[in-house]
Structures are given as C-alpha cells and as structure tokens.
C-alpha cells in the first residue's frame, strides 16, 4: 500500500501571484516572489514576461526552484513580467491549467493569472460556447480573457472593467499587456494583493512576504473592487465598483498565510499568537505541557502557554525532507501517515497531560491519528485547542475544501468530535475570541467556511467542468 | 563549434496523420500507425482518443516509440482515435504547436489534427481576432475549429463543411468528434489520405505503409475535395466541392513517401526506379560505377544503373545512429557534417568514374560537400544525376521549403550549378521524363516547387504568425 | 551570480546508517529508516539487500523520498539489507563514492557502509597498493574491505575483527554478509548506533528516531568498540578491545541528532532546551524577546526565555521550500543568501532589544548577516547566545567541518567576534554548562572541535585521496 | 504483449574500442570515433580522458550521441584518452560493467577496456580472489587489472606483458596510463585493431571507419600477439609472443564490421558482395528478383544479382526509427515484431519467384517470419540464400551468440531448415567459396562459429560470473 505523508486534511490556497512594471530583471524577481510564496501552491508554477511586444512564457510541474534554472529565467526577457503558483484542486493533472496564460488576440498579446475563484464561471462559460468560444482549459482565467477579447470596448482598462464587471467571486488578479501591468481585486476583497515598490519598479504581490525577500517597500493593499494599472505613465487607479464593505478571508489569518506577511494591517503572526491568548480565556486546561501541532499550531500554542502558564514544548518532531509517497509495510505501521511527518518525543511526553494546538480540524482524520499517536507516546491527559472556530461549510472562492458534508464539524457536535478524535477535551476558539485576536470586526471578513455567511452568493455547489478534456504533455 | 549532421538539405513534409474509429485499442494502432509515418515528422506527435464522451490526449516533443510507453497507451482509452507527427517548419519550440488540438465547445468534445497548410489562414485569424477570438497557438487547426465553433449549422459535418468551404490550401485534415470520425482532402488533393479498414475499425491515414504495418486493407484514397465522416451508422462520403481536376504533390514520389507506399495508385519505389530509368536516357554518362546517395537515391540508381548497364555499388554508407549535434574539433574536419552521415568506400571508388544519383538540390551545400568528400576518395569522375526537375521555388501546402532565394536552382543555370558543387557532369530529369516515370499527367499533379504554376493561389509568402508568444512547458 | 541558500555555514555530519536482519520487507524498512535519518546526508543514498545469496543493490544522488520509488524497492529482494545516506565532504560527484558498497571475494558477496572516519585510511590504503589493491573510490570503506579479504581469517567475524583492529578514528561501520548483519562502533564510540527489534527482525540505526518511524523498539546502545554480529542463530556480543572510557560525540546533541532522538540515554531536545537554561544563567541578557535562529535555535531558545523570563517568539521564519540555487538579481539583494531561507518579522521586532539564540558560529558570515537582517528590521539591540562552546578545530571523525582557520573562534575572541558579526553581546554556553545540560562528564564525550582534546590521535590534516580519478556515470 | 522490433536473430560483436595519444582534443576525437564504430555495441558506452595526472571519466546507458554532450566532451580534459562501446551480452543491468574501468594502484591512475572475451577469466579471478581481490564488476578487464596491480615489474609495459601472458582468448585491449597509450592484440588476432595517425597523434581503434570520419591516415593493423607503447617518445611495438599463423574472426567481414572498414588488408563492402558471386555460382535459382534483407544482405544480393542476372530490387523496406519495445495488440498481427523493422513492398513482389539473400540464420524464427511475410505479400517462389555457411556453434571469443543447441543448423540439416523456415529453396555459401570471396585462405582466419574448430581451446562453456551483485545507481 502506498501511503501519502498526511497535511492534506487542510483547507488549501490555491494560489499565489506576483508581477513587476519595468524592471531589468522583471523574471528574477518574479521567480523570486514565487519562491516566497511557494507556501500557497506547490504543483506548479509558471512566469510570462513581455519586452513590449513579444510574450515568453514558462511553465512547469513541481516546485519554484525546481522548474526555473538560469537558463530559463534567462530566457524571460523584457521589463514586465506575471507569474504565478498553483496548488491543484482536483486530480487534473498536466500542464494545460497551468498559469499564467498568454493568448494573442486583435490587440496583441495578453496574459493573466489569478488567485481565486470566479463563481459564475460555469454559466458564463455556456454563454461563450455558445457564441463560438472554444476552450482548452478548465481556468476561470480562459473565461475572463475570453470575455476581454470579445469586448468592444477600445483600451484595455475598459475591456478589462467591462469583463470583470461580469464576474462574481473572490479573486485577485494580474494581467500583463504589452505596456501595461494591471491588478485587480474582487469586489469584497476577499483574495488579499499587496502593491510595492522596488527600484523604479511597481510589484504586486499575495503576501508582503515575497517584497521582504527582494527588499521591495510595501506601498499598501489593493482595494476591494480596484483596479490598479501601471504603464510608463506611471500607476492609476480605478473603482470598478461603488465601495462597500470588504470581506477579507479570515483563513489567511488562521492558516494560508504566512507567518512573517502583514495583510489588510494585521501581521499574521501576532493574530494567531493572539489566538492562542483568547484560546487560552476561553477554554483553559488543567495539563503539563502545551504542544503545537507544527508549523501553524505554533503561534497559538506560545500564546496559549503565555496566557496560561503551561510550560510550552515542541513535543512534535517535523520531518522536513517529506516525499510524496511512501510504501506501507505489510505489516502495517500504526498512524503511519501522520509519523511520515510528525514524531513525538516520548522522553518529554510521557506521563504528562498534554495541551495540544492545532489550527484547524477538517475531516478529523488526522486530528485523530495525532491524539492516538501521542497518547502512545506516553500522554496521561490530551487536550486538543483548535484555533479556528469549527469548519462546517465548503469555500467557493479559491480555497480547496472538501465537500461540506466530509467536514467533521459539519455532522458532529464538539462532544462528538472530542469522541471521534479520542481527545479528553476538545475546544474551539469562538468567533469573538477570534475577531478579538486579529483585532478588526468579524464585519469586514468573510467567514463562510465557519458561519456559512457567503458574501457573493453561491446558488449551488459549483461543478467541476469540461471534464471532457483529459491532457498530458510531455516535454523534450 | 556544433555541427549537425547533415540532411536537411531537403524539402520536408511537415506531418502525417492517422486515425482509427471503432476498435477497441484505437490507440495502440494510431501508435503504430504513425510510428510507420515516423518519416513524415521527428519533431514531436501526439495522439487523442475517446470514448465517445472523455477526450484523452498525449503529447511530446520527439519520436513516437519514446513518447508513447505501454502506460501512456494505455491511458488513451476509447475505440476512436487520431494522431499526428510533426516536423516542425520554424523555430517555436515546445508542444504548443503539437497537434492533435482537442477543445470543448458549444457541442461537446473535438479534436483535429491536419498535414499540410491553409494558405488563408493569416487572413481568417485576423477576421477571427477582430471578432473576438483569442489565439494560443500559430496552428492553422486553430484557425479552422474557430469557425467550426463559431458556425451556427445543427451537425457537425455541416459545421465542418462551412468551415472547410472557407479554407485554401492544400492539406489532409481528420477531425474527431465524440462518436464521429472525419477525415478531409483540400479541394485539390495536394495532400494524401488514404482509407482502409481492420477488423470492424476504419482507419485513416496519410499513407499504405502505416496500414502494412497493423495488417489494415487498403481500401481507397479519399478523393479531392471529399469529406468521410465514419460513425456507428458506417462511411458517408461528401462531395463539399464540385469535381475539379486533382494537383497532387509529385514530390511525395520524389522523396516524401516512404518507397513501400502506393499513392493514387502509383507505387513510391517504383516510380523513383522509373525516374532512373528516364534519367538514365536523357542523361547518360561515360562511367565505371553508379553510386546513390542513400537512401532516397537507392532506387533511381538503380534504375539508372540498370538501363545504363553501369555497375551499381552502394560506394556511400550510411551511418543509421546519427544524433542531433555534435562537436566538430577546432582542427576542423573537412566535410564533417556530412561525413557524420555518411562515409564513401575508397577501396570501391578509386581511380573509378562515377555516377552519383540524389534525389534533389535545394540549397546545394550538401550537394557540394558530398561531391568533395567522393573526389577526396579517389573518384576520377562525378557525374551528378538528380531524380527531379529544378527546384526553383517554395511551397506554401505543408512542406518546409527555404525562401526560394536560397535555392541554388532558382539562381543558377544547371551549368553553373554543376560548377558551384564541383561535378564534372550535372542534370535534372525532366518534366516529361518525371511524369513518364509516374505513369499520370503532369495536369493531374502540383510540381510548383519546380515549375511555379501554383494550383491555389499564393498572393505573398506567408508570413510566420503570433511570434509574440514563446512558450516552453515543462513536464513532471 | 548565483547563490546558494545559507545553511551551509554549520559542521555536518557525513552519514546515517541503518540495518535489517531477517525482515520479510528488509529493503521497504531500510528506506523508512534511511527517510528518518535523512537530516544525516542528504547527498545521496543507497540500499544493498540480499537472500542470502544474491546482492541487489540501489543507489543514487538526491533526497531518500525520489531515489527510491516503489519499482526499485521491489527489486531489492532478500530479508537483510544496510542503507545510507550520505552528506558529500568535498567536490567529488559522482556515484562512485556511494554507499554502501558490495563486492565478490573469496567467501562470497559482501556489503559495507559506515558513518564516521577512518583516521589512518590513506597509510592503510598506501599499503594496500603496495601490495597490488586497486582502488575505484576515495571511500574508507574500500580500504576496509581490502583489509576483510586479505585476512586469512576462516570466519567472517575473525576477518572483521583482524580488519578493524589496523583502525583508527571515529566511525559506526555496518556490514551484510550473505547470512549476516554486522554491527561495529569505533573503540571511543565517537559516533552513535543504536540497536532495536521489530517482529522477528534485529534493526541496526545511527539514531532512535529510525526506530520510531518503523515502530521497532530501541534496545540499547551498541558500545564503544563493540561487534554484534546478528545471524539466524540470534545476535552476539564481541568486545573488539578491552574496555575504555567512551568519547561520544557532544555535537550530536548539539546539532546533528534529531531532537527526537534519545542517544547514550539522553534526549536530544532535551539536552538542547537544557543548554539554553544553562546559557541563560551563564549570560543574561536585559531584553524584550528571545528568538531562536531555527530550526536547532528553538529548543535552547525555549530554555533561555523560560530561565530568563523574557518572552520567546519566533521571530525568524524559515522558507521551507529551500532550492539549490538561486540567481541573485545584479542590482545585489542585502543578505540575500540567508533571506532565501529566513525571513525576521518586523511587526514582532521592531523597537525591540532582541536576544538571538543559534547553536553555533562557524565562519560566522551567516551570523553576521543575519545580525545586520534582524537589526534592518528594526531590532534596537541583538543579544546572541550560542548554545555550544566556541568551534575552534576542524573535526577528523567523520564531520564536515572548514580548515580551523577559516573558524571564526580560531581567529578571534569573543569580543572580537561579536564586533565582527555586529551584535550588541555575545556569549558562548561554557563548558560546563553544556554538561551539566547534557547530564554527564565531559570526559565520556569527545568535544575536539571545542577543547582540540582529539581522542584518536590526529597527526597531521587528512589529504584528500585518488583526487586521480574523476567519475561520471549517467543512467539510462 | 510487449514486443521487441526484430533484430536480435544475429550474432552481435560485444564491443568496440577507440585510443588517442597526443592530441588536443583527445576526447572529441575518441566520442566522434566511438559514434562510428556504434554499429558495434549500442548499449553503454564510455570515455576515460587523462592530462597525465588525473583520469576522467564519462559513461552512460545509451548511443553515444545521447551520452555525451558538449558539457561531458568538454570535462573530459587532457590529450590521452580511451573509449568503449558495448553491447550488453547478458541481462546485467546498469553501469558496473561498462567499460572503460578506471582505477588507482602503486603506480597511479590507469584505466583499460577492450573487446572479446578472456577465455580463463573465471580461473583467474578465482586465483585472485583466494590471494585476496575484491571484484566489482563482472568484467573480464577487472581480472586483468588485478593481475597488472599485482605484478612485481617495474616498468608498465613488463606489468602489462606479465599479465598478458596468463590470458588465453580473443581480445584487443587498450590501456591508459598516465603517459602511455598501449594497444594488445591477443595472440591469434581474433578481434579486430588497427592504428593510425592524425596531426600529431596516433590512434587506435578496432575498424578503419572510425578513422575516416575523423579525417585519420591508416597505418596498419596491429599484429596477433603484438603490443604497441605509445609515449612521448614515439611508438614502440613488443611481440608479446613467438610469431604464429592468424585467426581473424571471418564473421567480421560476414555481418560485424561496417562495409566501408578494411580489415587486415580485405574490404569489408567487396568481400560480402563476393560472397553474392560465389552463391550465385554455387546456388543459382530460377527466380525473377534478387532482394535484400537489409542491410547486411544488400552487398550479397548485389552480388548475387549480377552473377546471376536477376534483377536486383529493394523490395523490403527497412524502418529507420526502430525503438526498444512495441505493444502488440490484442488481436494479433502476424510477423508483428519483423514488420516493426521491415515491410515488403507488394507491388514489386506480388506474383513474383524471389531470392532472398540474408547474411546468416541463427535461430531461425526470423527468418521463418520474413520468408512468411514475403510469401504473403505475393511471392509464388521463395529461394533463400545466406552469405554465410551454417552457424553450428557458440563463440566463446567476445561475439554473443545463442547456446549452440539454439542454433537452427546444430540441430538440422539444410533441407529440414529450408522446410522450417518455410522456403522453396534454402542454400548457404560454402567454406571455399566463402574464402575465395574473402581472397584468403581458411587457415587465416577463426570460423569456429561454423566449423567448430577453436583456435584457443574452451573446456567448457562459460558460466556467468558473479551473479552474485545486481547493482543499479542513479544519477542525479
């Protein structure tokens, strides 16, 4: 039997974007702002630069430094470039989704990717087939630039505005022109994108993260609904729509993002540390040890010992060389899965009542074998700390969730789920506890995985489309 | 410095196509069969299958017996299938431009794959643009299943013919649809395409020898102009254009076609030992030996050899593990590229009058180098007998030509090219001595790369499209 | 220019090993134990398994997780087998230096693999050529080999005892004979080898954290100039020499082990939190954070913040998804080296008096950056801690350490030094410190690179041998 | 079914061998003559370069043009170099035994390769080991190796001498030293070696075609029995033994050697069209076409066709683009693993009496499918004639042959294998008139294949050494 390293029982980013306005190494510094930002889609990545006229593209299965070697950073020239990461959510494989894409159509070249989820993309989709699109992906992005070259409208901005004012969902998105670099942001806000500055360069970004690496300044987040463009003229800014109340994802927070990126005024970081604190009021324990579940569990399980006074330990070993598949023994290892990844410590274990601080627990499968593992590590009490509020409902806006009713929390009460999982005390952090900790009002998030509460209305699950095209290419 | 072995001192078909509805391993014999059309194209193959719903699709850069492993085969599932090889005619790399193309539209699931060229393509793309649609590839397919899915006709074959009423040029095209299999001959029949049947199955290809090889029947070629559209009801067969005299290619004969393949009735070998024969009495020659230039020239040295009564010997080997590049030392070799091909036998052709049969001269390099390298064995004499006219110009229906400005034949007579490449004898056969060969009428063939009477009007080079996109992808 | 990710500037160890004796999945257990102790090379790896008759062998360059895939696991047939893992001390690529290495000789098919160093490798293997060896590898197992065939010894154990008598040095050596495991530590037990059972089988390990992946249990510590030699009729002890005080490896628990270890009876991460108590002690520091340089910075940092009672935060995030390489963009990136693998949260750091704890300082460039980083991002004073004594000798028992002096602490002072990285303070763990962490006397340890007290006598640097032969083998 | 594309039916020369001494580019020169004598072994191939100090060495699974690469040539540094190509005799996998080896001894770096085969290798190797060597390889060089490093001589060439003598076998052996290039013959000169110059450098190699291309001058054939010593100082040439009659493998001229090469003063090319002649006379047939099986059958059957004045034609068409394995379908193609190879053109056939000339028949079962699929493609008569007499025996002298009980005339007489492979007419060149087309005499030459009569005599069929190690690396 062949086993898969657990950390799948996760929500999932989809996505990261980077791009950069007039730079003499646009490529490099892209490369270099996917790296920073791997940690949001490691299936594939992809950098399409532009000198003004012509587009080079290159994509690859695998990960940011795998894909791009000197040559072929080398061979994408010109001062503007877009790339992007992508995290699959489905078991289509190959490179035809891959971003970004880059087509030709009566205004030239265009290339665009995006972080998200347009919602309405199935019917707008129809739509389009039947005036004659033809499609070769099953992207959100092969809909929107389909949409733009089927405008009337006479500049790009307005091509642009024209199309995505058509969209629905939660997206942030980058398109390269031949002179033009343009970011846009749903209008909830939902997806972050950061705008900075480096050089005499504009870059923009998922997380402030990937400007720490180049040395970029972080200028600001891009708006809800705004649209940035940036050509020789310097950077303009549009409303696409009337303001109204964002709806940042308050996963990036608890989960996504990473630690050291700040986004929408908040370092991540601090936000779940301060989640740990508010965990700690909320749902104290009486216990030995508090242990994090590495890496996310971190943050909050120093906050919750700070708040609290249990004695923090790192009791949960990572190995950091994880490969993607492993050959199960026959005779079969217990929690196999989850100690490809995470070993405890019995010396430190043993014995002790145990405070463990998780982020999130999805289908509880590996909450499950994490508790069973540590209690035969010697464990006398466990007590699993969750520092999100239970995730009852699936994500349609660029987040990777199963479907609602695989969700523990959506078919189980917390008693239940602390049976399930063999905890002998299980809490959640609340909704209060957690808008406390990030310091803004849960008014201005969007929380629908926790609430149910979708900002952009989803009538039904969206279905996987064109399943009809199954490619694989391979190279030379 | 990196040389090449040489041989592309030739006119190059750019592809061969194969397609098979109604048995259950489609794939495994489209393989096949473009693996006995390996000739028409190194560069890359692909091969789509389906199942009357799912379109599966493999791809790759190099050739068929290394892209297609047992599991990739395997994966191709369905009882329909087509495939295509490639030889690339510019210098876009990368699978792009790989064919076959499979796309969903407003009816469903298609795929496509041609030999040959739409010489309106560049016109209709542009139309297209300003209409809306939007370009990934430079691929005239790309252009055709655009105004496929943009034709508001209720079948597919009305679709088709709309679309294929609108194309000029000379190409072979087979289109798969969910539970149809279709192939097209241009109006003038430039391009082959034959039909045969296996089992239950119709195939479809560019040419007999892939039927040998899997123990198909010949059973027909498709006729100028005509569309077979095969599905579970049997063969229909379309008239789209009314009956007009057919042009096809003569140099399938001369050097495209593998020598085992008959072609409207005409045997390939047979017609190359015919052009010898010819040869041999419109030009004889004072000599001791006749020696091809292997392999094309084999059969017309023998029949010239046979008709002249001059001893045939195979005075050139031919190395058979020639690689892409390699690395001539500083201390240059004369003649390596060509020597990395091919060796001459001293011992057979010292002191000895020779006459040497190719089949062409394009740019006359190589020509050139192989006359220097015999002599440089001991030759006495180098009578050089080619087995075609002249070629004076491009050809804009499939087949890689340089500009005609760097055809020796287009800038010198057949004296000074005998001069120029160092013979002491050169000549063409001619016209009549060709067609006499082939056993039809000039009228009913295309000789434009010798003549310049073009069937389908060229108004200007065809220029190369949407250099704006560069794309390399890259596999797991 | 291209840059490689930090990292690099800490001593590492050369090898882990692991062992089977009689397991019905030897090879797949190997693996499994070679993957936990892949933090101990990463260079390469390799498995040799045998039935008792045939030697099956597998190796290659790059992580555990891509070497060996389910296909190769298979093959390696039989119910004994050894692995490696190798981190490369010098430039030499190639697999020729691969372990474990099996050769024929008089007695049969042998294999061997060792963590550590032979001292007087290169007089043994004058020797040997002297007496007509040849040799293929700079590897110290070859000469050890040699040694094994020459005896005239008539039992395995005989020969393996008459061979590793001419030894010298610190190394853990693994042998598998047709019907044999053998397991053999250096007479000082300068590095480490655990012993453990599963099912029916004995498992051999550098480290206890291969026995809790595979779930075996830890029986004891193999002891200092002991052979156990396992076969069908179980496991025997032999005392190689007569007893001798232990000189373990102190480093280990400093750096190279996994914190999850436990080896001679102490638990790494314990030990590790331990020296960060003691630090905190010896060297004080007025401050409003502690931070950990991770990942081996975490454990002591944990323990200095507990004794100091200044916050502990991870202040430093680490990029998890490290590459080789990276192309620094010309308009050069402040720190970019150390950037690509750490990144300081400023919104924890700035205004604040930070004290940094890492675990050593080697050429001390990566600690200078990383000083000059966290001060950028707005650290008003830096307070490193070092959890070991300073490293002022290079190590000649089979750790990759630098020339002594290209080491910082050879060169300078600690006032020196701490001017030399830019720290505000700077303090070493004494050496008493680190014992009474450790929880044991100095005099069992061997702790070289600090006190230059080498256990095996050391007479002059070790050359590197057969720099002659240059090997680069490519697979199909 | 996984098929194999015909070919295998044949004896296969195991390898071929190419030196250089003094020359800039040493190691180009020696990549540019292994690529051709490919025809000699396509399975692994390898170069050892020294610039009189260290040796590098590049070897790979593959064609030569695939294994080296501008990167590889150009690492291969220095003025002396050798090189190997090898086609695998037996089902060990993977680099271990590809040559050239390369080792370190008392004496320096030296590395050898050769082609044939030591007959007394076993007895050897079990000499050396009871005296203590380890073996690595299976390789016949390793044992030769051994025996140099452990002879007591002072100088190389009396090393070499000492160890030559205790060989029995046919081989022609290349060594190099760190200032010497030796070249051996065995002492009945079964294989193939020859010497030439270039510039200011001597080369080696076993056929006159791999001088050719490289724009080498013959010099002569080195002598059964002799040594050459290429230095500095020149070339000096050492009879290692009394003088004795020749035994040229005759099969080399038949089928190995490629037709442009002269050997020992016969032309390849010339001898087998003899051949033709000599059947004609002693074989006539009432037919109306001579056809090759290609392409070792195409000198005889021109031949053949002009003694007789049947016509010639190339009536079966060989693929060029052969790869390893073919998935056969499900419902069975006849003669499928023959037609991947080569395809009878009917048009020439149908109706027709052929004659078939081919070079040997081993086991039989090819020709059985040609002669069916010949017949199926029209043919109403099927002579067969073979250029070679009868293959009754192994070779034990480097050539890979079947079992003798595997060979189709061991075990029947001609009419028996006229009627098994299904032909009108079967017919094999005699001894004399095989010799008189060779133009020497029998007592020259090793025809034990055919006539049993081993010049170097052979107790008993080699076993298969050491099957004791299955090794296989993989680079990175």
């Excluded at 930002?37 to 950098?47: L, Y």
Aim: aromatic share 8%.
């Amino acid at each position: 039997m062949t086993t898969e390293a657990e950390g799948y029982d996760h929500f999932h980013d989809e996505c990261g974007v980077f791009g950069v306005f007039n730079h003499p190494e646009a490529a490099n510094l892209t490369y270099l702002g996917l790296y920073a930002q791997q940690h949001r889609g490691q299936e594939s990545a992809g950098i399409v630069s532009t000198d003004g006229h012509n587009f080079n593209t290159h994509r690859g299965i695998g990960l940011v430094a795998d894909i791009f070697k000197k040559s072929e950073i080398k061979a994408l020239v010109g001062k503007h470039s877009i790339g992007h990461v992508r995290y699959s959510t489905s078991g289509e494989s190959g490179l035809r989704n891959c971003q970004p894409f880059s087509y030709e159509y009566a205004h030239g070249g265009i290339a665009m990717c995006h972080n998200g989820n347009i919602v309405n993309a199935p019917e707008l989709r129809s739509e389009l087939e039947q005036r004659g699109s033809i499609f070769q992906s099953t992207s959100d992005t092969e809909v929107l630039i389909h949409l733009v070259a089927r405008s009337n409208a006479t500049s790009m901005k307005e091509r642009l505005a024209e199309a995505v004012d058509k969209l629905y969902g939660g997206f942030s998105l980058l398109v390269l022109g031949e002179e033009r670099l343009v970011g846009i942001r749903d209008r909830h806000g939902i997806r972050p994108l950061v705008l900075g500055q480096i050089d005499d360069a504009w870059v923009l970004a998922s997380e402030t993260c990937a400007f720490d690496l180049i040395g970029a300044t972080f200028v600001r987040d891009i708006e809800p609904g705004e649209m940035v463009v940036i050509d020789n003229n310097g950077i303009e800014s549009i409303a696409l729509f009337p303001p109204s109340k964002p709806n940042f994802c308050v996963f990036e927070y608890i989960y996504f993002a990473r630690p050291d990126s700040t986004l929408e005024g908040v370092n991540v970081y601090q936000s779940r540390y301060q989640i740990g604190v508010e965990l700690a009021k909320e749902a104290p324990a009486e216990a030995d040890l508090v242990i994090p579940v590495p890496d996310s569990g971190v943050p909050p399980a120093m906050g919750y010992a700070e708040a609290t006074g249990i004695p923090f330990q790192m009791g949960l070993i990572r190995n950091h060389y994880v490969g993607r598949t492993f050959i199960e023994p026959k005779q079969s290892i217990r929690n196999f899965g989850v100690k490809l990844k995470l070993n405890p410590n019995r010396k430190l274990i043993e014995g002790k009542r145990v405070v463990l601080v998780d982020d999130s627990i999805v289908r509880g499968t590996t909450s499950r074998k994490i508790v069973e593992m540590v209690r035969a590590a010697g464990a006398k009490e466990i007590h699993m700390r969750i520092s999100s509020p239970p995730t009852k409902h699936s994500c349609f806006y660029g987040v990777d969730t199963p479907d609602a009713n695989e969700l523990m929390a959506n078919k189980m009460s917390v008693d239940e789920m602390c049976q399930a999982i063999g905890a002998d005390s299980l809490a959640f952090v609340s909704f209060d506890g957690l808008y406390r900790a990030v310091g803004k009002p849960s008014e201005m998030h969007c929380d629908a995985c926790f609430s149910g509460n979708y900002p952009v209305p989803v009538e039904k699950k969206r279905s996987p489309q064109m399943s009809l095209l199954r490619i694989h290419n391979r190279g030379s």
